[in-house]
Each structure stands twice: as C-alpha cells, then as structure tokens.
C-alpha cells in the first residue's frame, strides 16, 4: 500500500523540474489565446487603418491602370510596373501585417514568457506511432479537445449567425448608396463582424487558458520517490557527503597538530581537554587558539607538546572555558584577557629560566576565571 501511494504523483512539480521541462521547451501553451490575440489585432488593425489602407490601395489600383501606348506593348515595361505596385501595396499593408506578427509573437508569451529551446526541432519517431496517436485521441486530453472544438464551433456559429442577421437590412441597403458610401458601409459592417468573432475567441481563450495551466501543472506532478531522487542529486550521495566530511575533518586534525609545536603553552583538564595557545607580542591583539581537542585528540595535542617542549599547565577551569568558548584560529574572549595573562606570564618566566638556566618557577594554581565562563561551575 505504501509503494502504491508512493507511486501516485499527487505531489506538486518542484522548481527544478518545472527548470528542466522549460529548458526542453515545455510550457503551457493556448492555441486559443493565440488565435484571439491574433484576431483581435487583426479587427483593430483593419478598422484603425483599414480606410487608409484601402485609400492607398485605391490610388494604386488607378495608376495602374493609367499607361500610354508604348508601355502597353512593352512586356519589361508591363513586368517593371507589375513589380513596382506589387511592392507599393505590400508596403501599404505592411502595417497592418506586422500588427498581425506581433500579436502572433507575443501571445505565446502572455502564458510562459519568453522560452528558447532546441529540443523541439529534435526528430521524434514517437510521433509517428499509430498507436500512439490513437491513444491520443481516445485520451482524457482528447476528449477535452473534441468538446471544445465543438463548443467553439457553436459559439463562433451563433455569433457568424448574429452578425448575419443584425447587418442585413443595411446590407440590403448598400445597393442604393454609392460606390463611395457603399464601400464605407460595408467597411462598417465587416469591422463589427470581426470584432464580434474577436470577443468570441477571446470568451474561449479566458476558458481554454485556466484549463491548460492546470492540465500543464497536473502533468509535471511528481511521486514521492521522484521528489527524494530530486533531493538526492540536488544535494549529492549522502554517504559520498559523509566521506567528504570524514576527510575534511582528518585534514583540519592533522592541520591542527601540525600548528601544535609553534604553541607558546597548553593548557590541560589534565586528561579530558587540551587547549594550545600562541602568543606573539607586537603581531598579535590577544593570545591565540592553534588546537583544542577532547579524549584521544586531547591526548594526541599533549604528546606532540611533549614531544616538541611545549610547556602544559595543568588548569582545569581554564581549559574548560577555552574548550567550550573559542574557536580554533580565533583569538580569546576579552574575558579571559586576565587569566591567560598569568599564564603566559609563567611561560615567559619558564622560558627565561631554561635559557639562563636558572630556578624553575612555580606554576600558578589560583587562576580564577570570571563566572558563567567555566561549563562545570556553571552547571
């Protein structure tokens, strides 16, 4: 049962993987949005340019028609002239066409913005299985496709029909008008009939957009399993992670015993922590942690004292506080200026005594350190 509902993609698509299906080009597309846009631009294209458009088209169709004899009986003169209108019109529809374009490109974008993708142009053989474009259309998405086909159908046809039955009496009258008038008229008539198939195409894409970001969305669900594969190699093998760490810290270790020797002091619980601290008059603001360590690593920072002539001081309290309060690298709380200062006072002293071989001193034993600093007082 648990693996059934582990296999059930009732889990929202995560940020990467709606990434990945952008980066193959897969986003939420309306074909009827694209062809309201387009529809719509077209009606307010023909009927804000429109008069112009046949006006210059007009002219054009006169001048044509306008030409003296020699240019009658001349085929490059006829080819020449043919070429020059022919331009002369695409350049007065050009505004209107490229109206057009925009609206073609741009309402793709309304819905996913702009996606550039190769993935598409790859062959896919797939598409060419009947078998599949039969389970296509039996599909739940077929369906979907076949009502709204007819349902489009219906309603564009009952607008066809409205505007069919509202424009006859005027467009009856068009035979008593002029040409001038009448041309106008029928502008008139064919504007309201676009613009009427336009708020038709735009009713259906208000409907088809909600259904096609939903059925967008419910495809890229994902299982339980899918999001845990996702989350793994989002952030890598958990036992890779944990040999990486391993090494890490064996790296900072042998880093750490390696800066033990330099140390001016370490001080010991004795036996459950060790503290190295290094002091450098002049180069440094306060007395700084090179290794700290509790247990075995404890015992390893006093060997390689020992072994290096690094004095240990013997200072529980102490040690318990720079254990617990400092960071290797960092230097000491300010609150521990004092303590620490006796202590290296004693090293000063202990070096100057081997180096002039006089009397050894006497470690301190009374180092108070400040309340709340020492984590066995405190407890």
């Known amino acids: 049962m648990a693996e059934d509902d582990g296999a059930e993609k009732s889990f929202p698509a995560s940020p990467r993987r709606l990434e990945q299906a952008r980066e193959k080009g897969q986003v939420a597309r309306s074909r009827e949005l694209a062809t309201a846009a387009i529809a719509f631009a077209g009606a307010i294209g023909l009927t804000s340019m429109g008069p112009a458009i046949f006006d210059r088209c007009l002219q054009l169709f006169r001048s044509s028609l306008v030409l003296d004899r020699d240019a009658g009986f001349s085929e490059a003169r006829m080819a020449a002239g043919l070429q020059t209108y022919s331009i002369d019109i695409m350049l007065a529809m050009a505004p209107l066409a490229g109206l057009v ?64 039955v509202h424009a006859w009496g005027e467009t009856q009258a068009l035979a008593g008008q002029g040409t001038a008038a009448a041309v106008v008229s029928l502008g008139n008539l064919v504007a309201t009939g676009f613009f009427a198939l336009a708020g038709g195409l735009v009713v259906i894409a208000l409907i088809d957009v909600p259904y096609q970001l939903w059925h967008y969305y419910d495809g890229l669900k994902m299982t339980r399993e899918e999001l845990r594969e996702e989350q793994r190699e989002q952030e890598g093998d958990p036992q890779l992670k944990a040999r990486i760490r391993s090494q890490q810290r064996e790296i900072a270790r042998k880093r750490m015993m390696a800066a033990v020797p330099n140390a001016d002091v370490i001080v010991t619980n004795p036996t459950h922590f060790a503290v190295a601290l290094e002091y450098k008059p002049g180069r440094m603001g306060a007395p700084r942690v090179v290794a700290k360590g509790a247990g075995l690593i404890a015992q390893r920072i006093r060997e390689i004292g020992r072994e290096n002539d690094v004095p240990l001081l013997e200072a529980p309290p102490l040690a318990r506080a720079l254990y617990r309060h400092t960071e290797i690298g960092s230097e000491i709380p300010a609150a521990l200026y004092a303590v620490v200062a006796q202590v290296l006072a004693y090293v000063f002293q202990l070096q100057h005594a081997r180096t002039t071989g006089g009397p050894k001193p006497v470690a301190p034993t009374d180092l108070d350190v400040p309340p709340g600093l020492d984590p066995s007082a405190a407890a």
């Open 101 to 164: 374009l925009f609206a073609t490109l741009a309402a793709p974008m309304l819905l996913s913005g702009w996606v550039w993708s190769t993935t598409a142009l790859a062959p896919d053989w797939n598409r060419l299985n009947p078998v599949r474009g039969l389970s296509n259309i039996l599909s739940t998405q077929g369906l979907a496709e076949l009502v709204k086909a007819i349902l489009k159908c219906v309603l564009l046809g009952a607008i066809g029909v409205w505007a069919v």
